[in-house]
Nanobody, 123 residues
Framework: VQLQASGGGLVQPGDSLRLSCAAS?????MGWFRQAPGKEREFVAT????????YYADSVKGRFTISRDNAKNTVYLQMNSLTPEDTAIYYC????????????????????WGQGTEVTVSS
């Protein structure tokens, strides 16, 4: 499975941005991680196939929304009320089988990764 992420850019604090990630094949879990300069890759959000529960990092809960279009094998990340702390390279990730809840926040739980799309929040 290949993942192609897009939608990053330079925005001002308080702005919104929507990221997209298209998969070349069917996946069960699709999610987003991010990595800021000098920091480790961190979990942002993940969603299983339709009907499942989405999970978010506490730092983005209430501001970011993950959604999926299973017909298009695509996952989206709607990011609202962006702050400079959201500046990072955002990576989409996927796995073709279910991930247990206790493991959804670990990068090692995902088998496939996109190339990353850069998000910069600055005034």
């Amino acid at each position: 499975v290949q993942l192609q992420a897009s939608g990053g850019g330079l925005v001002q604090p308080g702005d919104s941005l929507r990221l997209s990630c298209a998969a070349s094949g069917r996946t069960f879990h699709m999610g987003w991680f991010r990595q800021a300069p000098g920091k480790e890759r961190e979990f942002v959000a993940t969603a299983p196939l339709s009907g499942g529960v989405a999970y978010y990092a506490d730092s983005v809960k209430g501001r970011f929304t993950i959604s999926r279009d299973n017909a298009k094998n695509t996952v989206y990340l709607q990011m609202n009320s962006l702050t400079p702390e959201d500046t990072a390279i955002y990576y989409c990730a996927a796995r073709q089988t279910r991930i247990v809840v206790s493991s959804i926040r670990f990068p090692a739980s995902y088998d496939y990764w996109g190339q990353g799309t850069e998000v910069t929040v600055s005034s």
